[in-house]
């Protein structure tokens, strides 16, 4: 009998705990399955609450041949750049740092944040940039909540954070054709996702989500579907069922990744390193802490 799923593979990641009890799940890469379309990196960050007087730190560290997208559903986190860049993110908005030649940053909650309890949750994506655009110019862009495309009826609602579908395009600074949505849907609604890109793929944020014949699917599961195919999607309920869609167009050949760097060429991410150990990257203005280059066995790993 044919298999008539429409999954390729279900990735159950596993909960990092780094530090304070700030817990990430980390669904690419992963062995069952290193990329979705451009998407080579899907952390999710939190819940997590934080005490006054506390809060992230994650100290300036560098990027290449790639794109980090940082999308909240709840709290805040204060972006600084080598280019100059300054600016908070809260939950709806858009912040998409192209790396391209190099580039360092930080990730902190600011100070007025940190005098009272907060809270973060959210997802971090890195995006492999096509060969062409590896070595651009590093850039910023953020994007307000309030610019970016939104569906609603019957249930359901999208938003799309970044790339183009349902016919609505985001306004913003991609480098290859992809798609990353926001959806929410109440318990029994559905939504229909059509085929646009061969490579598609879901990730559960809350609630429980119902593939039909696939079955029920608990939040923090990536669910990357069989190449160009549609799927129907239900809130199972009993409450609201969040998920992000994500995907788009094969890479243009394989990736290495090595820490933070993706590269086409292994040789690439060794000259990477080299520049970080001699702080050969432009810094963070302000800042003078820094995350030092690990000690990292072995060769890079290839992503088909």
């Not at 860049?85 to 858009?94: E, F, L, N, W």
């Not at 480098?175 to 926001?182: A, P, Q």
């Not at 788009?248 to 394989?254: N, T, V």
Request: hydrophobic share 40%.
């Amino acid at each position: 009998m044919e298999n008539d799923s429409a999954l390729e593979i279900v990735v159950v990641p596993r909960t990092r705990d780094l530090g304070d009890n700030f817990e990430v799940r980390r669904a690419l890469p992963t062995t069952q399955k290193r990329m979705v379309g451009p998407f080579v990196f899907l952390d999710q960050m939190g819940p997590h609450g934080f005490t006054a007087g506390h809060g992230l730190d994650v100290r300036p560290h560098p990027h290449i041949g790639l794109a980090t997208v940082t999308y909240l559903f709840d709290g805040e986190i204060e972006h600084r750049d080598s280019v100059g860049s300054v600016q908070t993110i809260q939950r709806g908005a858009v912040n998409w740092m192209t790396a391209g030649s190099g580039i360092v940053h930080s990730e902190r909650t600011n100070a007025t944040t940190r005098q009272q309890a907060s809270s973060l949750y959210g997802l971090q994506c890195w995006v492999a940039l096509p060969k062409k655009h590896e070595e651009t110019d590093p850039g910023f862009a953020h994007i307000a909540a309030n610019a970016l495309p939104k569906l609603e009826g019957d249930g359901a609602s999208a938003i799309v954070v970044a790339g183009s579908f349902f016919g609505k395009t985001a306004p913003v600074p991609t480098l290859s054709d992809l798609f990353y949505v926001d959806v929410t849907l109440t318990a029994g609604s559905r939504l229909d996702v059509p085929a646009e890109y061969p490579e598609q793929a879901m990730y559960v944020v809350e609630g429980r989500l119902d593939l039909g014949r696939d079955g029920v699917f608990e939040a923090g599961q990536l669910l990357a579907l069989k190449a160009n195919t549609a799927v129907t999607l239900r809130g199972a309920g009993p409450g609201t069922t969040r998920l992000m869609l994500l995907g788009g167009e094969p890479m243009d050949g394989s990736r290495y990744v090595s820490w933070n760097f993706v590269s086409s060429s292994p040789d690439r991410l060794e000259q990477a390193k080299e520049d970080w150990k001699h702080q050969r990257f432009a810094a963070v203005p302000g800042e003078t802490e820094f995350i030092p280059m690990p000690d990292i066995p072995g060769k890079p790993v290839g992503y088909p």
